[in-house]
């Protein structure tokens, strides 16, 4: 069965980077997209950033300014965020998504927390 596993999640401090790694434990070549949710405490989950299979480009959520990047390997079966000059807000738990055949599947997320 097709499962994502994130990693690269921790405590940091404002301003510093981290970089989220989602891997597929199947081939990713058939997903029409894979993307980053994250969830607040409190909040709903929110779109980060995504990419669009066959090489159909990258969208981002209504609230990055370009501290965030996002990236996919296939070969690797991974889609990666990276995150520089996080922010307090930036606290929440990161999801992967991968939607394939129109069906959704999504990871259990790995936690961010960013101090002041």
């Known amino acids: 069965q097709l499962q994502l596993v994130e990693s690269g999640g921790g405590l940091v401090q404002a301003g510093g980077s981290l970089r989220l790694s989602c891997t597929a434990t199947g081939s990713i070549y058939s997903a029409t997209s894979m993307s980053w949710y994250r969830q607040a405490p409190g909040q709903q989950r929110v779109l980060v950033a995504g990419?669009?299979?066959?090489?159909?480009?990258?969208f981002y959520g209504d609230f990055v300014k370009g501290r965030l990047t996002v990236s996919r390997d296939n070969a690797r079966k991974t889609i990666s965020l990276q995150m520089n000059t996080l922010e307090p807000g930036d606290t929440a738990i990161y999801y992967c998504k991968m939607t394939i055949r129109g069906v959704d599947l999504w990871g259990r997320g790995t936690q961010v927390t960013v101090s002041s």
């Open positions: 990419t669009y299979g066959g090489g159909g480009g990258v």
